[in-house]
């Protein structure tokens, strides 16, 4: 177990410490029975406060009645630290897993190695931050949790006592690792086949680098908000909030957009999956445009080609829960079928094709949970630049393209849905490649997840018999969205 392990790794060598982030409201809801903060807090207990520290986040959105009568995991819809980085010395490996026995077992997720002390110090100084102003967690082993839960910011206050000045000092804390000034502007780091150093376009041995690397984040509950704006099923975001608080969701929207034009138009391909589809409306759309038929050279040409990949309801992590978290599963069928329909409205049913991958069934011998999340974008074949404009998309350019593998790829913990873009704390990167190699890598890790998907023929078959979605759904799909959270 990985707590064990890293119990022998603090007894092995005194020098080791070790600082862990986790969520509050997912990290203590099994209390009084055993739970994560019940189980890391011995660690403290056994080695002490200068060698472990446990903290757990607690969004500022959850506080009050709300807190009060709202079930667990269903409180998880306002808000979680949902950050998957676990770095040692000088290495980073960025996934969407958590650490429990199922990601180990029977739960398909991406894990993805940085050998960069660039990129690791950059997301090591907001793993720093966060945790400066997250709870700490004590062993409490004379009572029925076993633990306790301090704030010991003297500064900042507690988000449960005054969530509004926690918000205020928590954007001035944050602000300058997102927005960082022209002089620090080098977060990204470039990394030349295995290696890696510090800047955007050269390697340590001043050659051009084949690779860069874009660390992105999602801290919006962490910023004050703008004004919020109407979504387009009623509920209020404050979009502009987000616009400055996250580099996440501005990336991928600026990469789905490049699609749309030349050189990338009309021969680049891409893979969108989320285990949760729920993605939200502007990004919906920007998807479909990629796609869409447009008349380019004097004739209407198809854009990009694109696979959405998402779990089966049977690959749900939630697929047999007890109470209203069992709903999960047939909600987000809800969210996938609007999607299909959207398709096939903006006249792009030729170019995105939707997926679900299914292994077995959950609870069931063999069965697997799908929690991968990304996006993969191939590029047509390097040509001339006085040519490429006017190459007509043909079979075998289009197979050329695949073979190449892809170029770019966003990996991290966000499932891209729109609690993740508004309500979690997210950390991701964007990774920019020309190296051969690594383009097979990726090209593999794509057809992997495929060996288990199965295309969605059409809305009919989300909506035939035994996956109708109830109206009890709906009810209470409505009721989160009319209180704020989001799913």
């Given at each position: 177990m990985p707590i064990d392990t890293i119990r022998t790794a603090l007894r092995r060598n005194p020098d080791v410490s070790i600082s862990i982030l986790t969520d509050a409201?997912?990290?203590?809801?099994?209390?009084?029975?055993?739970?994560?903060?019940?189980?890391?807090?011995?660690?403290?207990?056994?080695?002490?406060?200068?060698?472990?520290?446990?903290?757990?986040?607690?969004?500022?959105?959850?506080?009050?009645?709300?807190?009060?009568?709202?079930?667990?995991?269903?409180?998880?819809?306002?808000?979680?630290?949902?950050?998957?980085?676990?770095?040692?010395?000088?290495?980073?490996?960025?996934?969407?897993?958590?650490?429990?026995?199922?990601?180990?077992?029977?739960?398909?997720d991406r894990y993805h190695v940085f050998s960069s002390s660039a990129i690791t110090a950059y997301f090591a100084r907001i793993h720093d931050t966060v945790c400066s102003i997250s709870f700490d967690i004590q062993p409490e082993p004379d009572t029925p949790a076993k633990f306790s839960m301090s704030w010991l910011n003297e500064t900042v206050p507690s988000p449960l006592a005054n969530p509004k000045g926690y918000v205020e000092h928590s954007s001035t804390l944050l602000s300058r690792l997102i927005r960082p000034s022209a002089s620090s502007r080098s977060t990204a780091s470039s990394l030349n086949g295995s290696q890696s150093s510090t800047g955007l376009s050269k390697s340590s041995t001043g050659e051009m680098s084949d690779t860069t690397v874009y660390p992105l984040s999602q801290l919006t509950p962490l910023f004050t908000p703008s004004p919020p704006e109407p979504s387009s099923r009623g509920s209020k975001i404050a979009s502009s909030a987000a616009a400055t608080s996250s580099t996440e969701l501005p990336a991928l929207h600026l990469i789905l957009r490049a699609l749309q034009k030349p050189p990338f138009f009309p021969n680049a391909t891409w893979t969108f999956t989320a285990g949760y589809f729920n993605a939200p409306p502007q990004l919906q759309t920007l998807l479909l445009r990629s796609a869409a038929p447009q008349y380019y050279q004097g004739r209407e040409q198809n854009g990009a080609r694109g696979r959405?990949?998402?779990?089966?309801?049977?690959?749900?992590?939630?697929?047999?829960?007890?109470?209203?978290?069992?709903?999960?599963?047939?909600?987000?069928?809800?969210?996938?079928?609007?999607?299909?329909?959207?398709?096939?409205?903006?006249?792009?049913?030729?170019?995105?094709?939707?997926?679900?991958?299914?292994?077995?069934?959950?609870?069931?011998?063999?069965?697997?949970?799908?929690?991968?999340?990304?996006?993969?974008?191939?590029?047509?074949?390097?040509?001339?630049?006085?040519?490429?404009?006017?190459?007509?998309?043909?079979?075998?350019a289009e197979e050329e393209a695949q073979d190449a593998g892809p170029s770019l790829t966003l990996v991290g913990s966000s499932n891209y849905t729109s609690r993740s873009a508004t309500l979690d704390l997210e950390a991701n990167a964007l990774i920019l490649t020309t190296n051969h190699g690594l383009r097979t890598r990726l090209k593999q890790e794509e057809e992997w997840l495929f060996k288990e998907a199965t295309k969605v023929e059409g809305v009919r078959e989300l909506e035939m018999e035994g996956r109708k979605v109830g109206w009890r759904v709906r009810l209470a799909l409505w009721v989160v969205d009319l209180v704020g959270g989001a799913l």
């Open positions: 409201l997912r990290g203590t809801r099994e209390a009084p029975e055993p739970s994560c903060a019940s189980l890391l807090a011995p660690l403290v207990s056994e080695f002490g406060s200068d060698r472990v520290e446990i903290r757990m986040f607690h969004t500022p959105n959850l506080t009050g009645i709300k807190k009060r009568i709202l079930p667990k995991r269903i409180n998880e819809g306002w808000g979680l630290q949902h950050m998957k980085l676990y770095g040692v010395d000088d290495e980073l490996i960025m996934s969407g897993a958590n650490l429990s026995s199922d990601y180990f077992t029977n739960r398909q959405v990949l998402t779990a089966h309801p049977y690959a749900n992590g939630f697929f047999g829960s007890a109470g209203i978290s069992g709903m999960l599963p047939s909600a987000y069928t809800l969210f996938a079928s609007r999607f299909v329909r959207r398709i096939s409205a903006a006249g792009a049913d030729s170019n995105i094709s939707l997926f679900e991958w299914r292994k077995g069934m959950v609870g069931k011998p063999d069965g697997w949970t799908y929690h991968a999340k990304g996006l993969w974008v191939t590029l047509a074949p390097a040509i001339n630049p006085q040519t490429s404009y006017q190459k007509k998309r043909t079979p075998k």
